[in-house]
């Protein structure tokens, strides 16, 4: 079980490190497939753990895969015209750098706590980050379109990154 939820902060880790750097140009489909074998087999293991029966497994199994792939296609479709319309300004490469030393910093706290029994505050921070999806989908909202209507604002951005 321990094993499972290292691996799974792991491959949280491996994505960031590939947000900074591509580590595998190319084969991301192929990776993203083995890591949600991971993270499923995190929930496979929960629900044995648990008990229930077989069918209640598929039922539980199917229903967590609609749930999660149902709110990946929310946030998908919430954030990536923003990043689409930044990623074509100088914000970008400090959004994207910014997100990557986020999560691998939370996947780190993670793989600590699991491997040595260190207690970290990452869940608290991670908590309150996504309680504020919302705020920071909106904000992201709002500096595209201010991009996209203001193009001195691109400037003003490029001049505070460098």
Known sequence: DRLVEVLIAFSILVSA?????????GREPMIAAFFGLIHGLAFATTLTNLGVGAWQRIASVLGFNLGIETMQLIVVGAI???LVILSR???????????ALFAGSASLGWIAERLLGVHTSVDAVVDSVAHRGPWIAASLLVISVALIYLPRFDRLLEADVH
Do not use: D, I, Q, W
Request: charged share 10%; hydrophobic share 50%; proline share 13%.
């Open 80 to 82: 990536l015209p923003s």
């Open 17 to 25: 490190l590939h947000a900074l750097r591509p580590l595998f140009p």
């Open 89 to 99: 300004t100088s914000a970008y490469t400090f959004l994207r750098v910014a997100g």
